[in-house]
């Protein structure tokens, strides 16, 4: 049976025990901008006890749903999404923009929600891990990460797989090249790269209607022999 832990880091939930209030208050001024994201980092950030700063209200169209939010304009999107609006799926890795674990789409394009304040993504759409499937229906990737094993600890994928689906929407059918460069961002301490590669190829194969090659299984020796 697949673990509930390994299922919500495809498809959102809950995924874990993060306490990011304290990691806020440990994060340091942010002065470095992110390598393989598209998102700027806000050198006027200072992430740093929320609760004396000015509240203003900011509309967040966060998958599909448009929410209201009386929070500091700074706050990255990533406390938005996990603290205010309970989307946890979207995880706190490094927060300063060097990991990929907090990835999401930004109008369709990948973004580092741990640097990407709520002020400069009002008004732009928001697509999280819990919002990637089409109602019921998992997302090719999501169902390539499940038939290929691809998650270990788990707690990068989420990650992962919205990184790869900006991929696919750009270039539906990538190189293993690529894939390397868009995903040389995303990092994965329990070394799944092979499986991440594996599964994005598949999806790209089914997107693309090659139901029958869409690969069920990934030969980890493959490329030993090759
Ligand atoms: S938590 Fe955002 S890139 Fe690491
Ligand atoms: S699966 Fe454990 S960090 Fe990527």
């Not at 806020?24 to 002065?31: D, K, L």
């Not at 090719?140 to 991929?167: E, F, K, N, R, T």
Request: with cysteine; charged share 15%; aromatic share 6%.
């Amino acid at each position: 049976m697949f673990p509930s832990t390994m299922l919500a880091s495809i498809i959102g939930g809950n995924g874990g025990p993060v306490k990011t209030r304290l990691a806020i208050e440990r994060t340091p001024a942010i002065t470095l901008d992110p390598p393989g994201s598209s998102a700027k980092v806000d050198a006027s950030m200072q992430p740093y006890d929320w609760g004396v700063r000015a509240l203003a209200q900011f509309e967040l169209e966060v998958n599909g749903e448009v929410h209201r939010l009386d929070v500091p304009g700074e706050m990255p999107v990533l406390w938005a999404l996990r603290d205010v609006l309970g989307l946890i799926g979207t995880k706190f890795g490094c927060g300063i923009a060097l990991c990929g674990a907090c990835t999401v789409h930004l109008d369709g394009v990948a973004a580092r929600a741990c640097v990407l304040s709520v002020a400069a993504a009002a008004g732009k759409a928001i697509t999280t891990i819990e919002g990637l499937a089409d109602g019921t229906e998992l997302h090719p990737l999501q169902q390539a990460w499940i038939d290929l094993d691809v998650a270990q600890c788990g707690y990068c994928q989420s990650g992962q797989i919205m990184a790869a689906a900006a991929l696919l929407a750009e270039q539906p059918a990538p190189t293993d090249a690529d894939i390397d460069a868009a995903m040389a961002g995303n990092y994965c301490r329990c070394g799944t790269y092979n499986r991440i590669r594996a599964a994005i190829h598949s999806a790209a194969r089914q997107m693309a209607g090659d139901e029958a090659s869409a690969g069920l299984f990934y030969d980890a020796t493959a490329e030993v022999r090759a």
